[in-house]
Every structure is written in C-alpha cells, then in structure tokens.
C-alpha cells in the first residue's frame, strides 16, 4: 500500500522565521512529488518533482526530491502571515494496476504569527 | 475562465437518501478524481478516472460510485449514504495523472 507521511503535523512561527516541511513516501512505481497549499478552500498548485537533486523555487519557496532516501523537503524563507495554511503532499504512482493513483500525506498546518 | 465546478457546495441530507455531487471541467484533461478531506486524514482518493468510460478504485472507494461518460463531467454518486461519508469533498482534474491537479472549490457533505 502506498504511504505518505508529513513531519511536522503543525508548526507555529513568527513571521520573517525560515520553515522547513518534510515528505516521506512509499510508492510501488513513483512517478512525481506535488506539493499543494490549501487556505480556506481548495488546494492550489506549488511544485511538481520528478527528479532527485533539482531544486524547484517559487520565491521565497522551494522545494527539493531526494529519490534514493524517499523524501521532499519544501522550504519557505522569510515566512510571512500569508503564508499560514495547510501544506500537502502528494505523490503519483505510474505503473501497473495502481496507474493513476494519488496518495496525499495528513498534511502540516503553518501558522505564522506578526 | 479554465475551473472544475462541483455542485452542490453544501448539502444536508438523511441516511439512505440517495445523492450525486456533480464536477465538470472545461480545461479538456483527461484525468479527473475525487477526494474526501477529514480533520487528520488529510486527501483520500475515492475514485479516479484516466478517460472517458475509464474508472478506478481510488484507496476509499466503498460506498461510492462514479461515472465517466463525457470527458468534461465525473458524478460521485452516494447510493445510500451514511453518516460516516460526513466529509468535504474535493473533484479535481488534469491533463495526466502524474502532474498539477486542478481542484474545484470543494462539497461539504453532513449525512444524519
């Protein structure tokens, strides 16, 4: 069974601190790493990793794939109050009869003080 | 303006009371799935679909079920619902199964 685990489960920080969420997985046939931001609403689309060692970055994000050790990292540097939500992982199987399957980790929940 | 719309937002009903939450997306993926969201689980998929008439068991599966006959629209259909199916659900969709979903806004769903 394919297995995502998010560390940690809630983080508290005052803005300008730098944050750093973790991803572990377990996947028969890997395919991708997302990683989402979910506010009052629906999830929105931060990065997508297929690839150990290339880093992705968005800003004051980013984010990085390690394939042999199982795990992402996103990164967020001078936090701000904006920045408080839920961060998901996801990770895509591509093969096999599990082809198309998405596997979302709990979550972390960040919440940024002024 | 490319979106996934998910119909009802929020509904109320009763057990055994049968009821279908609608998605359709205008973006012309291929991909489309839903999700249930509770507090500590995080996303849970219940059902998937690669293409039109082309569905799957997602990890949750039971209780549900889905159709796949347009491309454009993916029903969740709960044929008697219980109050364990008290959840918020997500559709989403995208070109393939392995990139950048694109959620709706999101059911709220409370079955007594």
């Known amino acids: 069974e394919d297995k995502v685990v998010q560390s940690p489960l809630s983080l508290v920080v005052h803005e300008g601190d730098t944050v750093t969420l973790n991803c572990s997985y377990e996947?028969?046939?890997?395919?991708?790493l997302l990683w989402y931001k979910q506010e009052k609403k629906a999830p929105t689309f931060l990065f997508m990793l297929?690839?150990?060692?290339i880093e992705k970055k968005s800003g004051r994000l980013s984010s990085i794939l390690d394939k042999k050790e199982l795990f992402s990292i996103l990164n967020i540097t001078a936090t701000q109050t904006g920045d408080s939500a839920v961060y998901l992982c996801a990770v895509a199987n591509a093969g096999g009869t599990s082809y198309g399957k998405l596997t979302f980790g709990q979550g972390t929940i960040l919440t940024v003080h002024p | 303006e490319a979106q996934v719309t998910q119909n009802p937002r929020y509904l109320i009903t009763v057990t055994g009371k049968k009821l279908t939450v609608t998605c359709s997306q205008n973006m012309n993926h291929e991909y489309m799935s839903w999700y249930r969201q509770d507090p500590g689980l995080g996303l849970r998929q219940i059902y998937y679909s690669m293409n039109v008439e082309v569905t799957d068991k997602g990890d949750v599966p039971e209780g549900y079920k889905v159709s796949r006959k347009e491309k454009r629209n993916f029903p969740l259909i709960l044929e008697s619902p219980s109050p364990n199916q008290t959840s918020l659900y997500f559709c989403?969709?995208?070109?393939?199964?392995?990139?950048?979903?694109?959620f709706g806004e999101g059911s709220r769903l409370t079955v007594l």
């Open positions: 297929t690839s150990s060692g």
């Open positions: 989403a969709s995208s070109w393939v199964s392995t990139g950048e979903l694109f």
């Open positions: 996947v028969t046939n890997f395919r991708s």
